[in-house]
C-alpha cells in the first residue's frame, strides 16, 4: 500500500487529526509507482483556476516551471512545462486532495480550507505556501446579537460550505448548532432568513460589508499549501522540485 507505506518522515507534516474516511482512505491507497532506475519519469502537479493558480504560476516561475500555454484561457486540462517531466493538472480546488490522495497527480496546491474539509488523508504538506491568504470566520447580520447568543447558549442555525471546519470550531466552544450545508452564496444565508450566522472564507471583507453582514468572530488563518501524495515523495525528482517550491514560497514571503 503506497500511501500507507509512506509514513514515516513525513508523519509530523500530515493534514488533519484523523477525521473522516480515515481508515477507508488508508485502506485504498494506490501502490507507489514502480519506475525503473534511469527512466524518466513526468509529475503532475495539480492545480485549481482562479486564485490558486494566479498565485501559484508566481512560484512555479521562480521554480523553472512554466506552462506551455496559458492555463486560465487554455481549454487543456493537462499541460506540459519548461521544466521536463514537470505537468500541470487544472482540477477543480476541491477536488485537488483526491487527485493527490490517490495518486493521478503527485503533488497539489489546496487552501487549508479544502485540505480541513477533506481531512487530509493519504496527504503530506511540505510546504506552506503562504499565497491565496485570508481567513475563515463567523459572520452575522449587521446588529445581531451574537455575543449575547453566545453567552445564552442559544441554538442557531449556520450555514457554511465548510461544514467539518464549522462542526469543530462550534463544538470547541460548546455551542449548539444546526449545520447547513451551502455550495455557494453563502453570504444570503442569514439576509433570507436562511441561517442566523455563515462561516466562510474572509479576504478584503468587502463581500461582506456589501451585504450588510459583520465577521463576528475569526476561526483560523487560512493560506495554500503543498500538497504530495506519499508514494510520490520516494521519487526521486519529487525532492528537488518541493524543495524549489519552498524556495520559491519563502523567497515570496521575504519580498
Ligand atoms: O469556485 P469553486 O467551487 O470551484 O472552488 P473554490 O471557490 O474553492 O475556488 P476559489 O478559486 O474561489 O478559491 C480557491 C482557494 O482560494 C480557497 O480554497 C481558499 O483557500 C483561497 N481563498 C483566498 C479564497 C479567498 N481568499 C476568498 N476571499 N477563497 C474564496 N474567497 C471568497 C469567499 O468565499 C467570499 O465569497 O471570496 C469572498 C470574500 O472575499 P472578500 O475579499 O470580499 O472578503
Ligand atoms: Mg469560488
Known amino acids: 500500500m503506497g500511501g ?42 495539480a492545480l485549481s483556476k482562479g486564485r490558486i493558480l494566479d498565485e501559484t504560476l508566481p512560484l512555479l516561475a521562480t521554480a523553472g516551471i512554466v506552462p506551455s500555454e496559458d492555463p486560465e484561457t487554455s481549454r487543456k486540462l493537462i499541460l506540459a512545462t519548461s521544466r521536463p517531466g514537470v505537468s ?15 495518486g493521478a497527480a503527485d503533488l497539489g496546491v489546496a487552501g487549508k480550507d479544502v485540505l480541513l474539509e477533506h481531512g ?10 503562504g499565497i491565496a491568504r485570508c481567513r475563515m470566520s463567523v459572520a452575522t447580520k449587521r446588529g445581531y446579537d451574537w455575543a449575547g447568543t ?14 467539518e471546519i464549522a462542526r469543530e470550531h462550534f463544538a470547541a ?17 442569514p439576509l433570507s432568513g ?15 460589508k456589501a451585504n450588510d453582514l459583520v465577521e463576528v468572530e475569526t476561526i483560523m488563518p487560512i493560506t495554500a499549501r ?10 526521486e525528482a519529487v525532492k528537488p522540485l518541493v524543495d524549489a517550491l519552498a524556495a520559491a514560497a519563502a523567497q515570496g514571503a521575504a519580498a
Open 194 to 208: 436562511l441561517a442566523d450566522a455563515i462561516v466562510d472564507l474572509v479576504s478584503t471583507g468587502n463581500t461582506l
Open 150 to 163: 453566545v453567552q445564552r447558549g442559544a441554538r442557531i442555525r449556520v450555514a457554511t460550505k465548510y461544514v
Open 226 to 235: 503543498l500538497v504530495v501524495n506519499p508514494a510520490a515523495l520516494k521519487l
Open 88 to 102: 500541470l493538472m487544472i482540477v477543480r480546488a476541491s477536488d485537488v486532495p483526491t487527485y493527490v490522495q490517490w
Open 173 to 189: 466552544k460548546g455551542m449548539h448548532v444546526d449545520l447547513i450545508k451551502l455550495y455557494g452564496s453563502m453570504e444570503l444565508a
Open 4 to 45: 500507507a507505506g509512506g509514513r514515516g518522515p513525513g508523519e509530523g507534516t500530515r493534514a488533519g487529526s484523523g477525521r473522516m474516511n480515515g481508515s477507508m482512505a488508508r485502506r485504498r491507497s494506490p501502490a507507489p509507482r514502480r519506475i525503473p532506475p534511469g527512466h524518466p519519469v513526468t509529475l503532475t502537479i
Open 120 to 129: 487530509g488523508h493519504g496527504l503530506y504538506q511540505p510546504v506552506d505556501l
